[in-house]
């Protein structure tokens, strides 16, 4: 089974811009990987913010995208607030099976 | 709004079965596929299963396969996981998302029932 691989915490400023990678073992995470980013607070059920590498839910501040970047799955969040604390997760699509990356913690500070 | 609401966690012993529940509110199930997830406690998050829309096609993660069965009910709009020969390890809460009927572009989760297995 592939292995997805994210930095285990990232730090940024309020209103800062921050970019968050989900990368894989079997190689460059292409769109025909579509993807996925998800956001976890404490206590709480995901969320789902991306999906397909670049496309948001209705209910996905405008401050997040998605895309590729170096062979990767990128989630830049520009104009951090507080709230943006917390666990982000990327989930690649491989043929038969999905895999999540490890999670990013992220820190508003 | 779409809402998934999981069920049948508890406390089993090793070795023992238990079946998941995830109850979908939604007029679409019948051409949504559906995911169960996993997050043992204080860990990251883990995907177990996925279900096409109509139930011809699913597929497993790893760690599961040949212990768990996913399935579904589209005239209850339930989804279902059975596990069998549960170890310490499957200590998680347990999750169901929505998806398209391929299991694509995920979009609600539940809340999540919580799996303890201890003797």
């Known amino acids: 089974q592939a292995v997805v691989t994210q930095e285990p915490s990232l730090t940024v400023s309020p209103g800062g811009t921050v970019t968050l990678t989900c990368g894989s073992s079997?190689?460059?995470?292409?769109?025909?990987?579509?993807p996925y980013w998800f956001q976890q607070k404490p206590g709480q059920a995901p969320r789902t913010l991306i999906y397909d590498t670049t496309y948001k839910h209705s209910w996905t501040p405008a401050r997040f995208s998605g895309s590729l970047l170096g062979g990767k799955a990128a989630l830049t969040l520009s104009g951090a607030q507080p709230e943006d604390e917390a666990e982000y997760y990327c989930l690649v699509a491989y043929y038969g099976a999905w895999v999540f990356g490890g999670g990013t913690k992220l820190t508003v500070l | 709004q779409v809402q998934l609401v999981e069920s049948g966690g508890g406390v089993v012993q090793p070795g023992r079965s238990l079946t998941l529940s995830c109850a979908a509110s939604t007029f679409s199930f019948n051409t949504d596929g559906m995911h169960w997830v996993r997050q043992a406690p204080g860990k990251g998050l883990e995907w177990l299963a996925v279900i096409w829309y109509d139930g011809s096609k699913v597929y497993y993660g790893d760690s599961v396969k040949g212990r768990f069965i996913i399935s579904r009910d589209n005239s209850k709009n339930t989804l279902y996981l059975q596990m069998h020969g549960l170890r310490a390890e499957d200590t998680a809460v347990y999750y169901c998302?929505?998806?398209?009927?391929?299991?694509?572009?995920?979009?609600?989760w539940g809340q999540g029932t919580l799996v303890t297995v201890s003797s």
């Open positions: 998302a929505r998806a398209n009927r391929y299991g694509f572009k995920l979009d609600y």
């Open positions: 079997t190689g460059a995470v292409t769109s025909g990987h579509y």
